[in-house]
């Protein structure tokens, strides 16, 4: 039976109600005489839309769509309404006709079309996808299904994404509960790769942040031993009675050192249980058991021969071309099976693969597991030899079992750093641009130029960098830079021992701990600082076996009889250098500073510079090192150029303070190239 989803069939009563109505609809003119009658509806103007829509077949055209929607009077969001509604009374149609799935795409893509022309809204391709999903077959399903997947980059735009979201994840969790995860294991799979490109990759939704298992996913197998097991004289007595055998099939079963019991069988089939629930792996008696299956079903592993081994060359290049093809929804778990399973290579990989997902998850971190969910030292070590024989198992597993271990332990790896993202909330790994826009935009002036130009005698040295020009300039002379007083860091002895020599005065009655130099760090400076400046550090003692407190004691003391005398001798050379500095700057005052500062700029010369500069102030800027941000400032603080330049002029006047002079600012227009404006301004004299 046919189902029609609730909302075609509410559809289909309106239709028939309003067939009356709309007879008289044939073209867009009835149309717009339809909607502009009061008694016309939407929906009646949606049923001569839907045969504008029926003629546009098979749906590679809007010719018609669009003649009926500029003929319409009405507003936009009437229009689409009505032609929303004749896209579903159209798809009501070809479900009723039992239409091809080709039919189904094609009406999607010209609904994705029309919304693009904002002929409709944007959620009706999701609700005509809706109704398909809801009213066809699962084959016809999974072949429209082709087309959702090829247009996920389509419904991942602005135009879509927003609109219809919610609608492709309901319609896509609707289809799983259709579908059998034994049965139709790809077409699920399909589905949630589909989701999982549709859907950011920080979308919590889709994310397992609780660590949960599928606890749904029981293997079931014979909990008695009712099977008769397959036996190397089942085989015999299969020829003796005459029964077909293919040929291949039970003589190339190889002895093998492992019996296939029923023991062996429930051991294999129960380690299931703890694949499917790991965390039952914490309790003793739990860990008792699975460790001893695990170390019985790994021996069979090792002791049985696999078919790819006894496989002739050609045999292993038809296995790797159709390997790709070869997968288990569910593992059949007859006790027949079993001993062919077990030389089967791809079986054998898909187990020992759950056997290292599981140890991972047992040594993970993992953000919500309890804290008594922890391995102690043994059962680490445990796993940790174990892991490395399924390791080796897997390397011998032909066909390719060392590039085939090397892809999964890289698997491996990318799990634990999604195990890290997990944990650390999961975080967006899309990176924010700063907006700089809504920041104020600050002005910030050159720092001072004048200890720099009088360093350099007037004239700067160009160093290609400003900041490296800057420090260039600050002293030519490197070593006489170095030499400066405030690059002498180590302190004089007078005032590093003063305060030691009071504290060894008796008559201060200083205690012990309050000393200074009873201290190891301050005797080892001492001594550092004594090998340098002192000349009693290297005089020669009479008594051997002098303790440090002892030595430096001695020290202490010859030094505070030298103290007053230093003391005096200083205080004379400090009263004769302020003398010589009074007579310096009386030589100063005597020399003709005037001449000097006549020759700083003078308003009059900056305004006639600027007026002769014009555009060429910039390059005049970035010789007296303005930043590109302080040349973007005067630009827009003025608009006509002259401004710009003599705006330029005065912060280079107030940063360069005295060195603000004609002579430098001319010898920089010479630099440049303009020595004419500056012999025009400033006159020829200033340019010998």
Same mark, same amino acid.
């Given at each position: 039976?046919?189902? &029609?989803?609730?909302?075609?069939?509410?559809?289909?009563?309106?239709?028939?109600?309003?067939?009356?109505?709309?007879?008289?609809?044939?073209?867009?003119?009835?149309?717009?005489?339809?909607?502009?009658?009061?008694?016309?509806?939407?929906?009646?103007?949606?049923?001569?839309?839907?045969?504008?829509?029926?003629?546009?077949?098979?749906?590679?055209?809007?010719?018609?769509?669009?003649?009926?929607?500029?003929?319409?009077? @009405?507003?936009? %969001?009437?229009?689409?309404?009505?032609?929303?509604?004749?896209?579903?009374?159209?798809?009501?149609?070809?479900?009723?006709?039992?239409?091809?799935?080709? #039919?189904?795409? @094609?009406?999607?893509?010209?609904?994705?079309?029309?919304?693009?022309?904002?002929?409709?809204?944007?959620?009706?391709?999701?609700?005509?996808?809706?109704?398909?999903?809801?009213?066809?077959?699962?084959?016809?399903?999974?072949?429209?299904?082709?087309?959702?997947?090829?247009?996920? *980059?389509?419904?991942?735009?602005?135009?879509?994404?927003?609109?219809?979201?919610?609608?492709?994840?309901?319609?896509?969790?609707?289809?799983?509960?259709?579908?059998?995860?034994?049965?139709?294991?790809?077409?699920?799979?399909?589905?949630?790769?589909?989701? =999982?490109?549709?859907?950011?990759?920080?979308?919590?939704?889709?994310?397992?942040?609780?660590?949960?298992?599928?606890?749904?996913?029981?293997?079931?197998?014979?909990?008695?031993?009712?099977?008769?097991?397959?036996?190397?004289?089942?085989?015999?007595? %299969?020829?003796?009675? @005459?029964?077909?055998?293919?040929?291949?099939?039970?003589?190339?079963?190889?002895?093998?050192?492992?019996?296939?019991?029923?023991?062996?069988?429930?051991?294999?089939?129960?380690?299931?249980?703890?694949?499917?629930?790991?965390?039952?792996?914490?309790?003793?008696?739990?860990?008792?058991?699975?460790?001893?299956?695990?170390?019985? &079903?790994?021996?069979?592993?090792?002791?049985?021969?696999?078919?790819?081994?006894?496989?002739?060359?050609?045999?292993?290049?038809?296995?790797?071309?159709?390997?790709?093809?070869?997968?288990? *929804?569910?593992?059949?778990?007859?006790?027949?099976?079993?001993?062919?399973? !077990?030389?089967?290579?791809?079986?054998?990989?898909?187990?020992?693969?759950?056997?290292?997902?599981?140890?991972?998850?047992?040594?993970?971190?993992?953000?919500?597991?309890?804290?008594?969910?922890?391995?102690?030292?043994?059962?680490?070590?445990?796993?940790?030899?174990?892991?490395?024989?399924?390791?080796?198992?897997?390397?011998?597993?032909?066909?390719?079992?060392?590039?085939?271990?090397?892809?999964?332990?890289?698997?491996?790896?990318?799990?634990?750093?999604?195990?890290?993202?997990?944990?650390?909330?999961?975080?967006?790994? &899309?990176?924010?641009?700063?907006?700089?826009?809504?920041?104020?935009?600050?002005?910030?002036?050159?720092?001072?130029?004048?200890?720099?130009?009088?360093?350099?005698?007037?004239?700067?040295?160009?160093? @290609?960098?400003?900041?490296?020009?800057?420090?260039?300039?600050?002293?030519?002379?490197? !070593?006489?830079?170095?030499?400066?007083?405030?690059?002498?860091?180590?302190?004089? !002895?007078?005032?590093?021992?003063?305060?030691?020599?009071?504290?060894?005065?008796?008559?201060?009655?200083?205690?012990?701990?309050?000393?200074?130099?009873?201290?190891?760090?301050?005797?080892?400076?001492?001594?550092?600082?004594?090998?340098?400046? %002192?000349?009693?550090?290297?005089?020669?003692?009479?008594?051997?076996?002098?303790?440090?407190?002892?030595?430096?004691?001695?020290?202490?003391?010859?030094?505070?009889?030298?103290?007053?005398?230093?003391?005096?001798?200083?205080?004379?050379?400090?009263?004769?250098?302020?003398?010589?500095?009074?007579?310096?700057?009386?030589?100063?005052?005597?020399?003709? &500073?005037?001449?000097?500062?006549?020759?700083?700029?003078?308003?009059?010369?900056?305004?006639? !510079?600027?007026?002769?500069? *014009?555009?060429?102030?910039?390059?005049? =800027? #970035?010789?007296?090192?303005?930043?590109?941000?302080?040349?973007?400032?005067?630009?827009?603080?003025?608009?006509?150029?002259? =401004?710009? =330049?003599?705006?330029?002029?005065?912060?280079?006047?107030?940063?360069?303070?005295?060195?603000?002079?004609?002579?430098?600012?001319?010898?920089?227009?010479?630099?440049?190239?303009?020595?004419?404006?500056?012999?025009?301004?400033?006159?020829?004299?200033?340019?010998?």
């Amino acid at each position: 039976m046919l189902f &029609v989803p609730q909302t075609l069939a509410k559809a289909c009563f309106q239709e028939s109600s309003l067939l009356s109505e709309s007879l008289s609809l044939q073209s867009p003119e009835s149309c717009r005489s339809s909607a502009s009658r009061p008694s016309g509806s939407v929906l009646s103007v949606a049923y001569a839309w839907t045969k504008c829509v029926k003629k546009c077949k098979p749906f590679d055209n809007l010719t018609e769509i669009e003649n009926c929607f500029s003929n319409s009077d @009405g507003s936009d %969001s009437e229009k689409k309404t009505a032609l929303d509604q004749s896209f579903r009374d159209v798809l009501h149609g070809l479900i009723k006709e039992n239409s091809d799935c080709t #039919v189904y795409k @094609g009406l999607i893509n010209q609904v994705v079309l029309c919304v693009k022309q904002e002929f409709c809204n944007a959620s009706t391709p999701f609700l005509i996808l809706s109704d398909i999903f809801d009213s066809v077959t699962l084959d016809k399903c999974e072949a429209v299904f082709t087309y959702v997947e090829e247009g996920v *980059a389509e419904w991942k735009s602005e135009t879509f994404y927003t609109a219809g979201k919610n609608y492709l994840l309901r319609m896509c969790n609707d289809l799983l509960r259709r579908l059998s995860k034994s049965q139709n294991t790809v077409f699920c799979g399909r589905i949630q790769l589909f989701l =999982a490109r549709l859907f950011p990759l920080s979308e919590k939704s889709g994310l397992n942040l609780m660590s949960q298992f599928n606890l749904d996913n029981i293997t079931k197998f014979d909990l008695k031993d009712d099977e008769q097991f397959f036996k190397p004289e089942d085989a015999d007595k %299969s020829k003796e009675e @005459g029964m077909e055998i293919e040929e291949g099939e039970m003589e190339e079963q190889p002895p093998n050192s492992v019996p296939i019991d029923y023991n062996m069988y429930r051991k294999f089939w129960s380690l299931q249980d703890y694949f499917r629930t790991p965390v039952q792996c914490y309790d003793k008696l739990a860990w008792r058991k699975f460790t001893s299956n695990a170390s019985d &079903v790994l021996s069979a592993f090792a002791s049985y021969k696999l078919d790819d081994i006894r496989s002739s060359k050609k045999k292993l290049e038809h296995l790797r071309q159709t390997r790709s093809e070869t997968y288990f *929804a569910k593992y059949l778990t007859s006790s027949k099976l079993l001993d062919l399973q !077990l030389s089967d290579s791809n079986f054998r990989r898909y187990v020992l693969v759950q056997f290292l997902i599981l140890f991972q998850y047992l040594n993970a971190a993992v953000k919500f597991k309890s804290a008594d969910h922890v391995l102690n030292d043994e059962q680490a070590n445990w796993v940790k030899e174990t892991q490395a024989k399924i390791m080796q198992l897997i390397k011998e597993t032909p066909p390719d079992g060392d590039k085939f271990a090397k892809y999964i332990e890289h698997v491996l790896n990318r799990e634990e750093h999604w195990n890290s993202w997990k944990n650390d909330g999961c975080p967006s790994y &899309v990176r924010e641009m700063p907006q700089e826009e809504n920041k104020p935009k600050v002005f910030r002036r050159k720092r001072s130029m004048g200890d720099d130009i009088k360093a350099s005698g007037g004239k700067i040295i160009k160093m @290609g960098n400003s900041e490296l020009t800057r420090l260039w300039n600050l002293c030519p002379d490197n !070593l006489e830079a170095c030499k400066a007083d405030k690059r002498v860091f180590q302190p004089s !002895l007078e005032g590093f021992f003063e305060d030691v020599i009071e504290q060894t005065n008796p008559a201060n009655q200083i205690d012990n701990e309050y000393k200074d130099y009873l201290k190891p760090n301050w005797q080892w400076v001492a001594l550092r600082l004594l090998s340098k400046r %002192s000349p009693h550090f290297f005089s020669p003692t009479n008594q051997p076996g002098k303790t440090l407190v002892q030595y430096l004691e001695n020290l202490l003391g010859q030094m505070a009889k030298e103290m007053p005398s230093a003391t005096e001798d200083q205080k004379v050379d400090e009263e004769e250098g302020i003398k010589e500095d009074q007579g310096q700057d009386e030589e100063l005052q005597e020399e003709p &500073v005037r001449d000097e500062n006549t020759d700083l700029l003078s308003s009059e010369q900056i305004q006639a !510079l600027a007026g002769e500069l *014009a555009e060429d102030w910039r390059r005049l =800027a #970035v010789e007296l090192n303005f930043s590109e941000e302080d040349i973007g400032a005067f630009e827009n603080e003025e608009e006509e150029e002259k =401004a710009r =330049a003599e705006q330029m002029l005065l912060s280079w006047q107030v940063s360069a303070g005295d060195a603000a002079t004609s002579t430098s600012l001319h010898q920089s227009l010479k630099e440049i190239g303009l020595s004419a404006i500056g012999n025009s301004v400033f006159g020829a004299d200033k340019d010998s």
